[in-house]
T-cell receptor, first 114, second 116 residues
Framework: DAKTTQPTSMDCAEGRAANLPCNHS???????VYWYRQIHSQGPQYIIH???NNETNEMASLIITEDRKSSTLILPHATLRDTAVYYC???????????????FGQGTRLTINP | DSGVTQTPKHLITATGQRVTLRCSPR?????VYWYQQSLDQGLQFLIQ???????AKGNILERFSAQQFPDLHSELNLSSLELGDSALYFC???????????????FGPGTRLTVL
């Protein structure tokens, strides 16, 4: 699985959009970008994933560059409850592509300020 | 609430002891994964089961073992416990591994193990 690089920490004001970048320059054509977050010591929470098209769900939007070497997770209206560690993970998906483990890096610690 | 349940929430035990952690996957999910999160190692994959069979192994110690039962719940057994085994243990589940929409992993709330 490709390696990802994320900033160690970020701050965002409550109500503003939080934009979390992730670099994955060695991503392969069949690898997806997944985002999870972990609030304090709770279980990681799935947010969104995508292959090459931009994706949006009720939680966030995922913007993947055309060359797929980087992506941005957007929380459109951040609240205090969005304070968490956000993990960007690249992995192969689909028909039992070997181990389906998630490889977590250090993530970005996002703090939403009132 | 992800739909994945784990028991117990907290476990305090002594070195040398053996414990069993339990995980019930989301209804309909066939795959179960175990992860360990310690302060110095971060979140690490331990092992995956699919429909009762072991599918993949990660950095799981020989003192640790797991199984998935016919009703699809899973247990992680930790024996000869050491101080360094103190960690959060998470279970995750996914439907299966056949498509990107069905192998997304959903995590449980975890079991906090403290070895004294």
């Amino acid at each position: 699985d490709a390696k990802t690089t994320q900033p160690t920490s970020m701050d965002c004001a409550e109500g503003r959009a939080a934009n979390l970048p992730c670099n994955h320059s060695t991503i392969s054509g069949n690898e997806y970008v997944y985002w999870y977050r972990q609030i304090h010591s709770q279980g990681p929470q799935y947010i969104i994933h995508g292959l090459k098209n931009n994706e949006t769900n009720e939680m966030a939007s995922l913007i993947i560059t055309e060359d797929r070497k980087s992506s941005t997770l957007i929380l459109p209206h951040a609240t205090l409850r969005d304070t968490a560690v956000y993990y960007c993970i690249v992995r192969v998906s689909g028909p039992f592509q070997g181990a389906q483990k998630l490889v977590f890096g250090q993530g970005t610690r996002l703090t939403i300020n009132p | 609430d992800s739909g994945v349940t784990q028991t117990p929430k907290h476990l305090i035990t002594a070195t040398g002891q053996r414990v069993t952690l339990r995980c019930s996957p989301r209804s309909g999910d066939l795959s179960v994964y175990w992860y360990q999160q310690s302060l110095d190692q971060g979140l690490q994959f331990l092992i995956q089961y699919y429909n009762g069979e072991e599918r993949a192994k990660g950095n799981i110690l020989e003192r640790f073992s797991a199984q998935q039962f016919p009703d699809l719940h899973s247990e992680l057994n930790l024996s000869s416990l050491e101080l360094g085994d103190s960690a959060l243990y998470f279970c995750a589940s996914s439907v299966d591994g056949s498509a990107p929409t069905t192998d997304t992993q959903y995590f449980g709330p975890g079991t906090r193990l403290t070895v004294l």
